[in-house]
């Protein structure tokens, strides 16, 4: 316990010693740029690890449920947009509602000839398509009608116009419903085929948010998203910043960016802490005993009576909502939300990579994993540089081989992943901070 103990203090105490070098010999800015992502990527690696570390659900589709969670940013807080909506918004809004209602009827039918498979077959498949059909007749041409007006400014139908920190507890609740029915589909699956049919279904909601302009702008992307902070413009001219800065000598411009910047520290920290305390709770309670039972040897907690199928779901659906609320802080912080950003090296692989080297089963190697993983990501590429630059000092400057090596920097990034996975799974295959054993 005590060795368990003073591994996290130590690890713990290392990643704050490397901010504190950033800050120092970087700049203040640059490390608390680094803190927030660390802290959003900590948040996405315990959602990760409640699915795989503590129940062995292998869901490669994190990318999927980040882009939703930045999407209820879209919905949630941008303004709406009257003139589009007049033009086309209720049709679709009739349409999808139409769309629901044969859903509705198609179960109705599917569950009432469960006894003839050829008639649920038919009728099922029938009254699908007709309502399929049936929406996009009334939707297409109000699609079309609101991407074509004033496509360079809107050609969407805007958000409701709420304060952004609301679309937080949404994106989760969004994430979790997707979550939901892909789980009822997916979850019966193999471990290997879960993990290409989420990486498939997280492509599938990619690819519809880049499409579908009517709702979020596509590759067009939406700026100006409004903040749970002040603009720093705004403590630029406010009279306690410009004595401050006054009387110490500082640029207020750098002044107000950190304060910016520690106000979203404490926004993000705060919810690392409760999601954090959630999971610690939930972990040493008898629900968690039973998921971690289940993770070992799923047939013997089946034959004991245990749902296993429902279980999974309802990791899965956790997991998901975490990491949609972590999408939603993310774009938040970026202050626009663009699709073309998300790639499965980001939002899947990487946050693997987080809680595969931090500690996969425990909730304190997630962490450490998110911001160990993200800080190198980040801080690689200098660090690289300045590694080439000292090994190529004794060259020429016009040396084909210095350039080429200079020229090659921004490659150290992958170079250093791959390094620091093989690395772990050499030394410390069951990560940096190992599951601690239970009786």
Same mark, same amino acid.
């Given at each position: 316990?005590?060795?368990?103990?003073?591994?996290?203090?130590?690890?713990?105490?290392?990643?704050?010693?490397?901010?504190?070098?950033?800050?120092?010999?970087?700049?203040?800015?640059?490390?608390?740029?680094?803190?927030?992502?660390?802290?959003?990527?900590?948040?996405?690696?315990?959602?990760?690890?409640?699915?795989?570390?503590?129940?062995?659900?292998?869901?490669?589709?994190?990318?999927?449920?980040?882009?939703?969670?930045?999407?209820?940013?879209?919905?949630?807080?941008?303004?709406?947009?009257?003139?589009?909506?007049?033009?086309?918004?209720?049709?679709?809004?009739?349409?999808?509602?139409?769309?629901?209602?044969?859903?509705?009827?198609?179960?109705?039918?599917?569950?009432?000839?469960?006894?003839?498979?050829?008639?649920?077959?038919?009728?099922?498949?029938?009254?699908?398509?007709?309502?399929?059909?049936?929406?996009?007749?009334?939707?297409?041409?109000?699609?079309?009608?609101?991407?074509?007006?004033?496509?360079?400014?809107?050609?969407?139908?805007?958000?409701?116009? &709420?304060? @952004? =920190?609301?679309?937080?507890? #949404?994106?989760?609740?969004? +994430?979790?419903?997707?979550? $939901? %029915?892909?789980?009822? /589909?997916?979850?019966?699956?193999?471990?290997?085929?879960?993990?290409?049919?989420?990486?498939?279904?997280?492509?599938?909601?990619?690819?519809?948010?880049?499409?579908?302009?009517?709702?979020?702008?596509?590759?067009?992307?939406?700026?100006?998203?409004?903040?749970?902070?002040?603009?720093?413009?705004?403590?630029?001219?406010?009279?306690?910043?410009?004595?401050?800065?006054?009387?110490?000598? &500082?640029? @207020? =411009?750098?002044?107000?960016? #950190?304060?910016?910047?520690? +106000?979203?520290?404490?926004? $993000? %920290?705060?919810?690392? /802490?409760?999601?954090?305390?959630?999971?610690?709770?939930?972990?040493?309670?008898?629900?968690?005993?039973?998921?971690?039972?289940?993770?070992?040897?799923?047939?013997?907690?089946?034959?004991?009576?245990?749902?296993?199928?429902?279980?999974?779901?309802?990791?899965?659906?956790?997991?998901?909502?975490?990491?949609?609320?972590?999408?939603?802080?993310?774009?938040?912080?970026?202050?626009?939300?663009?699709?073309?950003?998300?790639?499965?090296?980001?939002?899947?692989?990487?946050?693997?990579?987080?809680?595969?080297?931090?500690?996969?089963?425990?909730?304190?190697?997630?962490?450490?994993?998110?911001?160990?993983?993200?800080?190198?990501?980040?801080?690689?590429?200098?660090?690289?540089?300045?590694?080439?630059?000292?090994?190529?000092?004794?060259?020429?400057?016009?040396?084909?081989?210095?350039?080429?090596?200079?020229?090659?920097?921004?490659?150290?990034?992958?170079?250093?992943?791959?390094?620091?996975?093989?690395?772990?799974?050499?030394?410390?295959?069951?990560?940096?901070?190992?599951?601690?054993?239970?009786?």
């Amino acid at each position: 316990m005590n060795k368990h103990k003073n591994r996290i203090i130590l690890t713990y105490g290392f990643m704050f010693i490397l901010l504190l070098l950033v800050g120092f010999l970087q700049s203040w800015n640059v490390s608390l740029a680094i803190l927030n992502l660390c802290i959003i990527s900590a948040i996405m690696s315990l959602g990760i690890n409640i699915q795989w570390g503590n129940s062995g659900i292998v869901n490669f589709g994190a990318m999927g449920f980040a882009a939703l969670g930045g999407l209820c940013c879209v919905l949630v807080s941008m303004p709406i947009t009257n003139s589009v909506w007049q033009l086309g918004g209720f049709k679709v809004l009739l349409a999808i509602v139409i769309f629901f209602i044969f859903i509705f009827i198609t179960n109705r039918i599917w569950k009432f000839f469960k006894h003839s498979p050829k008639k649920r077959i038919f009728y099922s498949v029938s009254i699908f398509l007709i309502g399929f059909m049936t929406m996009r007749l009334i939707a297409d041409p109000a699609i079309q009608s609101i991407e074509s007006f004033e496509s360079a400014k809107t050609g969407y139908l805007g958000g409701v116009n &709420l304060p @952004i =920190i609301f679309s937080w507890p #949404i994106a989760g609740l969004f +994430a979790a419903f997707v979550a $939901f %029915l892909i789980g009822k /589909i997916a979850l019966g699956l193999r471990s290997d085929y879960l993990a290409i049919a989420t990486l498939g279904i997280s492509e599938i909601v990619l690819y519809f948010i880049k499409n579908e302009d009517w709702l979020t702008r596509g590759v067009k992307n939406v700026n100006g998203l409004p903040r749970p902070v002040p603009y720093e413009i705004d403590l630029q001219n406010t009279d306690w910043l410009i004595k401050l800065t006054e009387n110490y000598d &500082l640029s @207020i =411009i750098v002044v107000s960016s #950190i304060i910016v910047k520690l +106000a979203y520290s404490s926004l $993000f %920290l705060l919810t690392l /802490i409760i999601i954090f305390i959630f999971f610690e709770t939930v972990s040493k309670s008898p629900w968690g005993r039973m998921m971690r039972a289940i993770r070992d040897n799923e047939i013997s907690a089946n034959a004991m009576g245990k749902d296993v199928k429902k279980r999974h779901l309802q990791v899965f659906v956790i997991g998901s909502a975490i990491i949609g609320i972590a999408g939603a802080m993310m774009t938040t912080l970026d202050g626009q939300f663009t699709p073309a950003s998300y790639q499965p090296i980001r939002y899947t692989f990487l946050i693997w990579i987080m809680v595969i080297v931090g500690g996969s089963g425990n909730n304190y190697g997630a962490v450490l994993g998110g911001f160990l993983i993200w800080f190198f990501w980040v801080e690689s590429e200098p660090l690289g540089l300045w590694i080439i630059e000292l090994c190529t000092s004794v060259l020429d400057d016009d040396s084909l081989l210095k350039n080429h090596l200079l020229e090659s920097a921004a490659h150290m990034r992958l170079i250093m992943m791959g390094l620091t996975l093989l690395l772990a799974l050499r030394f410390a295959p069951k990560g940096i901070i190992e599951e601690q054993k239970r009786i």
